[in-house]
């Protein structure tokens, strides 16, 4: 058995404009500059209340990143409801993970960011209900990069770290990846540059979700 841990935004959903236009409001609403798309394209992955303080060019999370970090929380729901600002999946994810779905060899998990709530929310907007096996949130664990994501899911799978591969679209996943002891791929269409995602320690690059299919099939050979 093999285990394969999925990142959320930006390697299975494109979810930008959804978390920047909150967060962009957030800062407004705490009386900062709106932050470029940039900024916040940079922090996700990371824990909420990190990735706040940490455009903020904070060294550690303090007292105002928490109540941004709260506010945030309660904006979210709202601006999700608008038009325009879904978490729509990436083209091809769809038939990807049907596919392997489907693989009696494969146990599939989700690493993510995102708060509980969050994954729960894209889990039961594209039917992905009974898709992951073990998944881990920012409620769960320490923030990315730290390896806890990864090693609790094997823990729970039963699945060593050397027979486990993280995919996701941030640096911050191929540096979790590689703290844990398992597999780092990197994905071309998310929001960290390929040559990012070679620097951060990606073993593999995707340049369409079907790629992911062969890379397995190959990988195990």
């Known amino acids: 058995m093999r285990l394969v841990l999925f990142d959320c935004d930006g390697t299975l959903v494109d979810s930008v404009n959804l978390i920047h236009e909150v967060m962009a409001r957030t800062f407004v609403d705490f009386g900062f500059a709106r932050p470029d798309i940039a900024q916040t394209k940079a922090i996700i992955g990371l824990t909420l209340d990190i990735a706040i303080a940490r455009m903020q060019g904070k060294p550690h999370v303090d007292d105002e990143a928490l109540a941004?970090?709260?506010?945030?929380?309660?904006?979210?729901?709202?601006?999700?409801?608008?038009?325009?600002?879904?978490?729509?999946?990436?083209p091809g994810i769809a038939a990807m993970m049907a596919r392997l779905e489907r693989q009696d060899d494969l146990i599939l998990g989700a690493v993510t960011g995102k708060s509980r709530r969050g994954l729960d929310l894209i889990r039961a907007a594209?039917?992905?209900?009974?898709?992951?096996?073990?998944?881990?949130?920012?409620?769960?664990?320490?923030?990315?990069p730290h390896p806890a994501m990864v090693t609790e899911c094997c823990s729970e799978a039963g699945v060593d770290a050397v027979r486990t591969?993280?995919?996701?679209?941030?640096v911050y996943d191929m540096q979790m990846a590689k703290a844990?002891?398992?597999?780092?791929?990197?994905?071309?269409?998310?929001?960290?540059?390929?040559?990012?995602?070679?620097?951060?320690?990606?073993?593999?690059?995707l340049r369409t979700p079907a790629d992911l299919l062969e890379w397995l099939e190959i990988s195990d050979a």
């Not at 941004?68 to 990436?90: D, S, W």
């Not at 992951?132 to 923030?143: E, H, I, K, N, Q």
């Not at 844990?180 to 690059?205: C, F, M, N, Q, R």
């Open 68 to 90: 941004m970090t709260a506010h945030y929380k309660a904006a979210y729901t709202g601006v999700r409801a608008e038009p325009g600002f879904q978490e729509p999946l990436f």
């Open 126 to 144: 594209h039917g992905f209900d009974r898709t992951f096996f073990v998944s881990r949130t920012a409620d769960d664990c320490p923030s990315k």
């Open 165 to 170: 591969v993280v995919i996701g679209d941030a």
């Open 180 to 205: 844990a002891g398992a597999k780092a791929i990197g994905v071309s269409w998310g929001y960290a540059t390929v040559p990012e995602l070679v620097e951060a320690g990606a073993d593999h690059i």
